[in-house]
């Protein structure tokens, strides 16, 4: 599952990619590791508001939580959804249903790879797109005790590509990386449920995608990770019996 990733470029290049305007109190800067767990705002573009960003907080908090305690625990659990059952899981179920769509921009996410008891972390990016676009799903709660409107989103993912089974060998799991037509058809078509699922059931080809390790900065809690240093590569001599998670 994918809980770490990169949008490593300024406002206007997000604004010239995707033509729609970022918010002008946003104050967005370049973004080299961000963790779900800490729950950070994203320029998102949903399929109802295509030309503009919208700053969405990360885990998504279903219409129907009842108190802001549960909106905090259920958050931990919807930072990610197998696209596979997004019109049967009850916390996405109604986003699906509704045509809540969105991309989430990139420029590429964190996987770890394990060898026994250790694990190494790899950065993934694609090498046809600087930014290239997750399919994701966003929902509103209104907060019963202050009436304020909370929007949120989920990253969805799919089967691993073959690149990615082999660096994320515990899970083999992907985020549903989008091509320009399917990001296209996912942001503006009506989507009836068997295409949207087809869409996403679509591999983004390993042969459009890079791979190298890095360094354990990542999880390091004595230094920050939000810096361009985390993306640096590393070597590990474990590593090297494996070459072909390099690509």
Not at 27 to 34: K, L, R, S, T
Not at 98 to 107: A, D, E, N, Q, Y
Not at 158 to 163: E, G, Q, R, V
Not at 214 to 232: F, G, L, N, Q, Y
Request: proline share 7%; hydrophobic share 35%.
């Amino acid at each position: 599952m994918c809980f770490h990733k990169s949008l490593a470029v300024k406002a206007a290049e997000l604004e010239a990619r995707y033509e729609a305007d970022m918010p002008k109190t946003a104050d967005f800067q370049p973004v080299y590791h961000a963790n779900a767990y800490q729950f950070p705002a994203w320029p998102i573009i949903t399929h109802q508001k295509p030309s503009s960003f919208q700053l969405i907080t990360w885990g998504l908090v279903p219409h129907w939580t009842r108190s802001l305690d549960d909106a905090r625990e259920i958050r931990t659990k919807t930072i990610n959804a197998r696209s596979e059952t997004i019109y049967e899981k009850p916390s996405f179920r109604a986003a699906a249903q509704s045509g809540k769509r969105c991309l989430i921009p990139v420029t590429g996410f964190y996987e770890w790879h394990t060898i026994g008891s250790k694990k190494f972390p790899f950065y993934i990016s694609s090498t046809d797109q600087k930014i290239v676009s997750i399919a994701g799903l966003w929902d509103e709660w209104a907060d019963p005790e202050t009436g304020e409107l909370v929007t949120t989103y989920t990253l969805l993912t799919t089967d691993a590509n073959p690149l990615l089974a082999k660096i994320h060998n515990s899970k083999k799991r992907m985020p549903c990386l989008l091509s320009a037509d399917d990001e296209r058809i996912w942001l503006h078509d009506d989507l009836n449920e068997a295409d949207a699922l087809a869409l996403l059931s679509k591999q983004y080809p390993y042969s459009r995608m890079h791979s190298y390790s890095i360094s354990k900065r990542i999880t390091s809690r004595s230094e920050p990770s939000d810096v361009p240093e985390v993306m640096a590569p590393a070597e590990y001599a474990e590593l090297k019996k494996e070459p072909t998670l390099f690509a």
